[in-house]
């Protein structure tokens, strides 16, 4: 294990993540490690420091998570990001961030995979999405299926005046919520209009909270 560089565990964990994600690794000045991914690259070199502007920049300066949208002014190419910081004995010594290719104007269905063939779903009619069993499961108002997408990704392709991770599990679709239900050490139980019942983990309560004003 003594042998085992920074770089090639950086390597390793990369492979976790969809190859449409790039991920870049910062100290509190500069870009210490980068993957390109086949559909988005940064070109970000080693040793590049951190813009103004960028999520990886906003992240170190608040030493709190950002996850938005950044215009081409940056590095050329539009991209959706969560950068999140990292901390030893306190102090923040960087943080990683994840980049997804930008959404193509006008995508605004989710196509799912039914017995049948694939049914293109509006995003108003998505109730909430749910990784289990290594897929990920969209339920909507009258059809669902499953989708190759992670809910990951999914957090960066869904409307965010919309839909809100509740759960390292789930996604949900604000407006498809009927009653919040609390639930033991401060969690939630959702009850849909479906009639589903969706949980909100202690992770996410605040956030869940804070996002939906109660």
Known sequence: MESITVVSLLDVISELFSDEISIAVSNTSEYIY?????RIDLKIRRGDPLKDGTIAYKAVNTGQK?????????????????AVPF?????????????FPSLTSGKLVVTIKSEDGWIPVPFSQVIYLEAK??????????????????????????????????HRSFIVNVN??????????????????????????????SYFRRLLGF
């Open 133 to 166: 069993e290594k897929k990920t499961f969209v339920y909507a108002e009258e059809h669902s299926g499953t989708h190759k997408y992670s809910l990951q990704e999914f957090e960066f392709l869904l409307p965010k005046d919309d839909f809100i991770r509740c």
């Open 87 to 99: 901390f030893h004995d306190g102090n923040i010594e960087g943080c990683v961030t994840a980049i």
């Open 176 to 205: 498809h919520i009927k009653e919040i239900h609390p639930d033991t050490h401060s969690t939630f139980i959702l009850t849909m209009k479906n009639g589903d019942r969706v949980q909100v983990s202690q992770s996410y309560s």
């Open 66 to 82: 950002v996850s938005e949208f950044i215009d081409r002014d940056v590095f050329g190419i539009p991209y959706h990001g969560m």
């Open 34 to 38: 980068y993957r390109p991914s086949k």
